[in-house]
């Protein structure tokens, strides 16, 4: 502990909760893999595990343009409302104008599912990011790794990783580099490479907050969180808390969700108004909800069958404590360190 840590500056007795990370690969949270089911306009293979629907439409197939939109829309009806299907791809041989008309058959058919847009296809991708038709880039490894690379400069791609996933896929066997550039090209999802980092992995480094806190009463926590993956998380998830014990469990609401889009850490302090709960030890658990109020898998060991993740222990009773509704003013005025820096050695 260091003369100017937080610790040092401690004017009440925290419970400092800091969880082990899981490190070995697990599906869900930083290894995340899809694999590639190819149909034609007259097959429609099921996929088995997360895939990409990949759809190649050639001009023998246009040569009746009704019945090949008609015929697309008829594979499309197998996989728009698939759990397993990602999204499509589809590449479509001819002009401009027909392909761009079996890109609106298809957004159409596929919806909610989007185009993942190979990023050497610049056309497709300027259509699908202008008309919001874009579920995700697409960067395929080749014999020669440096003409995708050359892509994303092309399109100007390299920053649409903030705002959308990225899948990688290369053939087999994979390149010695393949996983360098999967995580240089920050890869959501990988297929056919092995060993490669894809997706988040969003861990909690450290929880703190009061050991005693008051029923009903206000309860100042510190978080900082870290996204140690190569890939953002493209959600909008919901931190959560909550109180198990007394034969009860009781959530909790915190009143700042940082989003978890970004790379390596986010530090911030919440205050919450805890419910009115009987006086006694409760054992705090944490989540990140997604859209659909499902916990991820974060890079922690104790997982509950519920997807919660244990953080210690906390004591609460009856004894009024105003003062931690404002215990950051308490402390220095940003939180974290004195107002004055510490001197530079030898002056």
Request: one cysteine or more.
């Given at each position: 502990m260091g003369k100017y840590s937080l610790e040092s500056y401690e004017r009440y007795k925290m419970t400092k909760c800091r969880p082990e990370e899981v490190l070995e690969p697990r599906e869900g949270a930083g290894y995340s893999r899809f694999t590639t089911v190819r149909a034609a306009l007259d097959q429609r293979p099921e996929p088995e595990s997360m895939a990409l629907i990949a759809v190649?439409?050639?001009?023998?197939?246009?040569?009746?343009?009704?019945?090949?939109?008609?015929?697309?829309?008829?594979?499309?009806?197998?996989?728009?409302?698939?759990?397993?299907?990602?999204g499509v791809v589809l590449s479509v041989e001819g002009c401009s104008a027909m392909r761009r008309r079996l890109w609106e058959a298809a957004a159409e058919a596929f919806a909610p599912k989007r185009f993942f847009v190979p990023v050497t296809d610049g056309e497709q991708l300027d259509y699908a990011l202008?008309?919001?038709?874009?579920?995700?880039?697409?960067a395929e490894i080749g014999e020669n790794p440096y003409d995708t690379c050359e892509a994303f400069a092309e399109q100007n791609a390299q920053q649409l990783y903030k705002r959308m996933p990225v899948l990688v896929r290369c053939g087999v066997p994979a390149p010695r580099n393949a996983a360098a550039y999967a995580q240089q090209w920050h890869a959501s999802?990988?297929?056919?490479?092995?060993?490669?980092?894809?997706?988040?992995?969003?861990?909690?480094?450290r929880l703190n907050y009061p050991r005693?806190?008051?029923?009903?009463?206000?309860?100042?926590?510190?978080?900082?969180?870290?996204?140690?993956?190569?890939a953002?998380?493209?959600?909008?998830?919901?931190?959560?808390?909550?109180?198990?014990?007394?034969?009860c469990s009781i959530p909790v609401a915190l009143n700042d969700c940082p989003p978890f889009i970004h790379l390596a850490d986010r530090v911030y302090?919440?205050?919450?108004?805890?419910?009115?709960?009987?006086?006694?030890?409760?054992?705090v658990e944490y989540a990140i909800l997604d859209e659909d109020r499902r916990p991820l898998v974060l890079c922690h060991a104790g997982r509950t069958p519920d997807g919660w993740y244990p953080a210690g222990f906390m004591n609460l009773d009856d004894i009024p404590r105003p003062e931690y509704e404002h215990i950051w003013d308490d402390y220095a005025a940003d939180g974290y360190y004195p107002l004055e820096d510490p001197k530079v050695p030898g002056t």
């Open positions: 190649r439409i050639t001009r023998e197939d246009l040569d009746c343009a009704a019945e090949a939109e008609s015929r697309l829309r008829s594979l499309a009806s197998a996989y728009c409302a698939h759990p397993l299907v990602l202008r008309r919001g038709l874009i579920g995700g880039l697409l999802y990988t297929e056919n490479i092995p060993d490669a980092l894809a997706g988040w992995r969003i861990a909690l480094r005693q806190l008051s029923s009903g009463g206000f309860a100042p926590l510190q978080f900082w969180w870290t996204n140690r993956g190569p953002y998380y493209h959600g909008r998830p919901q931190v959560c808390l909550r109180l198990v014990g007394n034969g302090n919440d205050i919450i108004r805890l419910p009115e709960a009987p006086a006694g030890q409760y054992r």
